[in-house]
């Protein structure tokens, strides 16, 4: 039988959360369409791309498309990126007026070279006091621009970290304490350096440590090599972590998250068809096209179907076939016998 307390309720700030299974921020998947799916199947939380601060105080149109709501979702974070603590600052003002989103998230993480030059990303994992002052700086803003709009309701800020620059340069532990000290909310660790990028093994270790020094303060998310339900399992029982961020494992798979919640709740789950995932997948090309016109939406798809086709034999014929498609009618002709 399943030890069912491994799913549970978390509160973020005073923002309450029904369960413990979240689908993490990633660039060019977990747009509008695809979090809608990944609600319906279970993800308590979901957080938008990351969103440039620079870019949404200099009125670009495309941070605003990231940072569209679903209708599905019950709640939802904005994460943005910026090194930069007076930019990020007025970045919160723009997001607070242009979305409904309950929790602001700071990449602390991202490994993307452009990114860490920019002084965001891991650039912020390398550096504390960089990492507190942006912190500090966000959530002040939030706390001045609810104050001002008090129908608003609060909005917490949360993290999110590596565990450190390099092997030899493991920071996480003085992150949090910066985290801690400038108000953050929740962090959540991807237990990788920024060395590693998305390569070899994520050390679990580090988010047992992390839970520890926090010592049920705010709470702790683990992200890093959890992708399926048996390694979300692993995770909340190895590592005491409060929540599970799947990331690429749940890419061409919403359904991850009810195996998963099926899993710590019942001790097991049923498996999900090929044809129930590209089902799912041309509902999100559907929302897709709502969203941003047909071609845009079919070129974006390209990528995801690939993802959706996961698993099928002779994927790699498929898939490259998959990466000329321009049309939703060309998606439907390719991919009808399957489902």
């Known amino acids: 039988m399943a030890d069912k307390a491994l799913y549970h309720p978390v509160d973020i700030g005073g923002v309450h959360l029904d369960g413990n299974l979240f689908l993490a921020p990633i660039a060019g998947y977990s747009d509008r369409a ?32 990231l940072m569209a709501r679903s209708p599905s979702e019950k709640t939802y974070a904005v994460q943005i990126f910026g090194g930069n603590a007076d930019v990020m600052a007025r970045a919160v003002s723009l997001v607070l007026e242009k979305t409904s989103c309950e929790i602001i998230d700071i990449n602390g993480g991202c490994p ?36 001002e709009h008090p129908e608003r309701g609060s909005v917490p800020v949360t993290v999110k970290i590596r565990s450190g620059w390099d092997a030899d340069h493991l920071t996480w532990k003085e992150c949090a304490a910066a985290a801690l000290e400038a108000g953050a909310a929740a962090i959540t660790i991807h237990a990788r350096t920024r060395a590693q990028g998305y390569e ?40 005491g972590v409060d929540a599970v961020m799947f990331a690429r494992g749940a890419m061409g798979d919403p359904f991850l998250f009810t ?54 034999r002779g994927g790699g014929v498929l898939r490259s076939k998959i990466v000329r498609c321009s049309t939703a009618a060309e998606y439907r002709e390719l991919l009808e016998e399957y489902l």
Request: aromatic share 6%; with cysteine; proline share 3%.
């Open 200 to 239: 070899g093994k994520a050390d679990w270790g580090i988010q047992a440590g992390l839970v520890s020094f926090v010592a049920g303060r705010i709470p702790v998310f683990g992200s890093g090599d959890a992708n399926s339900p048996e390694t979300a399992k692993r995770m909340l029982e190895e590592t």
């Open 112 to 147: 993307v070279p452009k990114i860490v030059k920019s002084g965001a990303g891991s650039m912020l994992t390398k550096e504390p006091d960089r990492l507190f002052s942006i912190v500090k700086a966000v959530r002040e803003a939030s706390e001045a621009y609810t104050a």
């Open 34 to 65: 695809f979090r809608t799916l990944c609600v319906e199947c279970g993800a308590a939380l979901c957080t938008t791309e990351m969103v440039s601060a620079e870019a949404l105080t200099r009125g670009s149109g495309k941070t605003e498309e």
């Open 259 to 312: 195996r998963a919640r099926q899993l710590l709740t019942e001790g097991a789950y049923e498996p999900t068809g090929i044809s129930d995932r590209l089902r799912a997948g041309f509902r999100e090309l559907d929302i897709a096209m709502q969203d941003k016109g047909e071609a845009a939406a079919c070129l974006e798809m390209r990528k995801k179907f690939a993802s959706y086709t996961s698993g099928i």
